[in-house]
């Protein structure tokens, strides 16, 4: 069904160490080949998995890190149990340079364990590798994080950051969906996920019609890309993607980057609130605060506010810092009753 997804844009040229304004403030996704095939990782990794994990082992602290681990029935989809109530994998904290070891034991298996080491924070963990491997991404603070597995299957799930992943060992197929594509992508629970994230119930490698019919429609909207060692992906703010390793050992390294001040609160802790004190509202009510969220939120511009004195508007006034926390503390005080 996905293997007729459009192509996910390209371009090619592009230096890590000059990126532009214009192409990080996209919002349609970009493959950059090559952007970062100079990197010291990518050329290790683009001549072996050993070569790329002797280079990782230069950097790499010996205290545990949080690797996942799913039996090799799971195929390498880091999932629900039956039932929603569980997960099929385990959590174990394990020495970075022991992961290693592992992934490389496990090369020539036909049907080894799914590992994975997700979301690992470059600076903690690999200190100094990025001296010799990183994205210059202009103002922007960006979180950088490495990503390490054999072949393994992460389910489409959205991110609020923009972001920007690089291959630098292995191949992965990136399968990316707008965010408009939500309700055709079956997501599971908000507050229960495999890593942090709502994710898709549906399995790509075989999609159930019966049980998820209108993923037809999403498969429509799809685009896909495989990465080699140094190619790298765009993915604006909350596209779904799913991430699929290719190769015996795989490693990611992204950069997750925010336009908004720090002092902004996330938009999902909005719709947990909403889901807390306006879904279960009778719907004649939910019609009055669409139209309050409408007129407040969604809507809102100078004539909103322009009949209010300027020192009287309060939470209705621009958001800066001071005012972010006096209203994050009101907040507060009125969950915490």
Same mark, same amino acid.
């Given at each position: &069904? ?15 160490? %000059? ?43 010996? +205290? ?35 992961? $290693?070891?592992? !992934? ?5 298996? %036909? ?43 992460? #389910? ?12 630098? #060992? ?14 055709? @992508? =079956?997501?599971?629970? @908000? ?9 898709? $119930? ?29 190619? %790298? ?9 799913? &991430? ?18 720090? =002092? &902004? ?9 909403? @889901? !807390? ?12 605060? /669409?139209?309050?969220? /409408? ?30 926390? +006096? @209203? ?10």
């Amino acid at each position: &069904m996905l293997e007729h997804a459009e192509t996910i844009a390209e371009r090619r040229g592009l230096r890590p160490d %000059a990126l532009d304004a214009t192409l990080l403030a996209s919002t349609q996704p970009v493959v950059l080949r090559g952007l970062v095939a100079d990197w010291p990782m990518a050329r290790a990794g683009a001549a072996s998995a050993r070569e790329a994990v002797d280079y990782l082992r230069r950097f790499a602290r010996a +205290e545990p890190v949080v690797a996942t681990v799913a039996a090799p029935e799971s195929q390498g989809r880091f999932f629900y149990a039956e039932g929603q109530q569980g997960f099929n994998f385990r959590s174990e904290r394990v020495p970075l340079p022991v992961v $290693l070891d592992t !992934l490389l034991r496990y090369l020539d298996e %036909a049907a080894p364990p799914a590992i994975y080491v997700g979301s690992t924070t470059i600076d903690t963990w690999l200190p100094g590798f990025r001296a010799e491997n990183d994205l210059d991404l202009g103002p922007n603070t960006p979180l950088a994080s490495i990503w390490i597995g054999n072949r393994t299957r992460i #389910a489409a799930h959205q991110d609020v950051p923009d972001n920007i992943a690089c291959v630098v #060992a292995g191949r992965r197929r990136v399968t990316l969906f707008p965010p408009e594509q939500l309700a055709n @992508l =079956y997501i599971g629970p @908000l507050d229960r996920t495999p890593a942090g994230q709502a994710v898709s $119930l549906v399995d790509f490698a075989q999609p159930d019609l019966q049980a998820h019919p209108r993923f037809a429609e999403a498969a429509r909207h799809a685009q896909v890309a495989v990465l080699e060692p140094g190619d %790298a992906v765009l993915i604006p703010s909350l596209w779904w993607h799913h &991430m699929e390793g290719l190769e015996p050992f795989n490693v990611l390294v992204n950069y997750w980057w925010r336009r908004t001040p720090a =002092y &902004m609160d996330s938009p999902m802790n909005a719709l947990m609130l909403a @889901l !807390l004190s306006i879904r279960d509202l009778p719907a004649h009510e939910r019609e009055h605060w /669409r139209e309050v969220f /409408r007129h407040y939120v969604f809507d809102a511009d100078a004539q909103t506010v322009a009949h209010i004195a300027e020192g009287a508007r309060g939470a209705l006034a621009p958001m800066d810092e001071a005012r972010a926390r +006096e @209203l994050r503390a009101r907040l507060l005080q009125r969950l915490n009753r």
